[in-house]
């Protein structure tokens, strides 16, 4: 990915800044013009693209205040959470043991109520054959708040 943003950036003529230092401040403009960074040395470098690779710290992201899924503008994850269920089944299950089965996340069918539900805690489900009469079934979460149970 970072081979071809660059090569991208350097393919239109635009200037491409790597080093091994850190950010201490960003400054973001809402008015077209480029984003400025204090770098950890002192110096300011400004950038139409910044990539913010601060990993859980989340020190340049800024939350807004009216967005229900962060409320006051504070950090609020979401989660991904999977559940997992072994079965033994007493006669022949019926999936071919060749294939998994992935039924992926689709709500254009659920009636309001069951929509909002899923809205909320959106998830999928895949069945895994293990043998004739024993299949794995694992649902996953893809993000809920607070973590799914």
Known sequence: LKKRLVDRCVAKGHDCTFGNIGAKDLTHH?????????????????????????????????????????????????????????????????????????????????????FERNYKVPSFLYAMPISEQRIFFEETILVSRPAGS
């Not at 999936?95 to 996340?105: E, I």
Request: net charge negative; charged share 20%; proline share 7%.
């Open 30 to 114: 809402n008015d077209g013009r480029p984003s400025s960074i204090t770098l950890t040395d002192g110096s300011t470098i400004e950038a139409l693209l910044v990539i913010d690779a601060t990993g859980f710290s989340r020190r340049f992201i800024e939350f807004d205040p009216n967005d229900s899924l962060n409320p006051n503008g504070k950090f609020n994850p979401g989660y991904q959470v999977t559940y997992g269920a072994l079965i033994d089944c007493e006669a022949p299950h019926g999936y071919d043991l060749s294939k998994l089965l992935l039924m992926d996340w689709a709500d254009d069918h659920l009636d309001p109520a069951a």
